[in-house]
C-alpha cells in the first residue's frame, strides 16, 4: 500500500500553495492540515527544522523545503510530469523555479514595508524582476507550450500575492508588461491554484497585512 501523504501548511502561505497545486495537478490523494503560524504547534516546531511550513509527510517522513517537496512529487508519481525530460530543458526550469521565487520574495518586500521610501525601493525591486522576465520570456500560453509544467505553478503561486496587491492598491505593477499579464491572468485562474487557495484568501490576506503593519494599508485600497 502507498504511503500516506500529508500536507501541512498555513493556508495564506503561497508555498504551501505550489505543493498543493503540484498535489492536485498530478491527482495525487492527500489530506491537509492547516495551522496558525503565529501560534505554531509543538509537534510542528519539531518536525519543521527551520520552524517554516509547508511540511510534507510521506508515511512516517518529513520532508521540508517546497522545491525539494515538488521535486520528490515529480520523481515518485510518474504519471502526470510536470518537468520537462530534456536535461537541458529541465535545468532551464529550474533556473526560472528559482526566479520565481525571488518575485515572491520581492512581493514580500512590498508587504512588510514600513514606509514609502522602502516600499518606492522594493516595487522597484519586483518591478525589475518582472521586465527581465518580459525580456526573456516568451509563453506560449504556459511557459512550455500548450502543457502546464512544474515551472508555471511556481510562477501561479508566487504571482497570486502580487497579482492581488496590485489590483487592491492600484500599484500598476504589470502596466508596463502586457504579455507577462496575459501569462498570469493565465496561471493564477487556474483550477488547481482556486482549489488550493482558501475561501477567505482576501481576509487572511488583508489580517496579514494589518499584522505585519504593512505600509500599503496607508495607501488607497479596496479589500
Ligand atoms: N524556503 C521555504 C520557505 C517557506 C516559508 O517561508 N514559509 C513561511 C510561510 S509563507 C513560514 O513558514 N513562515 C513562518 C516563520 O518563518 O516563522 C520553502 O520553500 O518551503
Known amino acids: 500500500m502507498a504511503d500516506k501523504i500529508k ?24 489530506e491537509k492540515q492547516e495551522i496558525d ?18 511540511l ?9 523545503e517546497s522545491i525539494a517537496i515538488c521535486e520528490y512529487l515529480e520523481e ?3 504519471e502526470i510530469p510536470l518537468h520537462p525530460k530534456d536535461p537541458l530543458t ?26 514609502q521610501e522602502e516600499f518606492d525601493i522594493k516595487k522597484a525591486d519586483v518591478s525589475t524582476k518582472l521586465a527581465t522576465l518580459d525580456k526573456h520570456l516568451k509563453f506560449n500560453p504556459y511557459f512550455e507550450g500548450d502543457k502546464v509544467s512544474l515551472v ?3 510562477f501561479a503561486s508566487a504571482f497570486k500575492p502580487l497579482t492581488f496587491i496590485d489590483q487592491k492598491f492600484t500599484l500598476e505593477i504589470f502596466d508596463l508588461h502586457k504579455s507577462l499579464s496575459a501569462y498570469v491572468e493565465g496561471i493564477i485562474t487556474r483550477g488547481s491554484l482556486s482549489k488550493a487557495l482558501p475561501n477567505d ?6 489580517a496579514f497585512l494589518e499584522r505585519k503593519k504593512s505600509h500599503l494599508l496607508t495607501m488607497s485600497f479596496s479589500l
Open 152 to 154: 508555471d505553478i511556481f
Open 37 to 54: 503560524l503565529a501560534n505554531k504547534p509543538d509537534w510542528f516546531v519539531k518536525d519543521s527544522p527551520l520552524g517554516k511550513a509547508p
Open 90 to 115: 529541465k535545468a532551464a526550469h529550474r533556473a526560472w523555479m528559482e526566479v520565481s521565487s525571488s518575485v515572491l520574495a520581492g512581493t514580500f518586500g512590498i508587504i512588510f514595508s514600513q514606509n
Open 7 to 30: 500536507l501541512v501548511t498555513s493556508k495564506f502561505s503561497p508555498y504551501g500553495h505550489r505543493v498543493e497545486m503540484v498535489l492536485i495537478e498530478k491527482n495525487i490523494p492527500y
Open 56 to 64: 510534507l509527510y510521506v508515511g512516517k517522513k518529513v520532508l521540508f
Open 201 to 206: 484568501y482576501e481576509e487572511i490576506f488583508k
Open 76 to 78: 515518485t508519481f510518474l
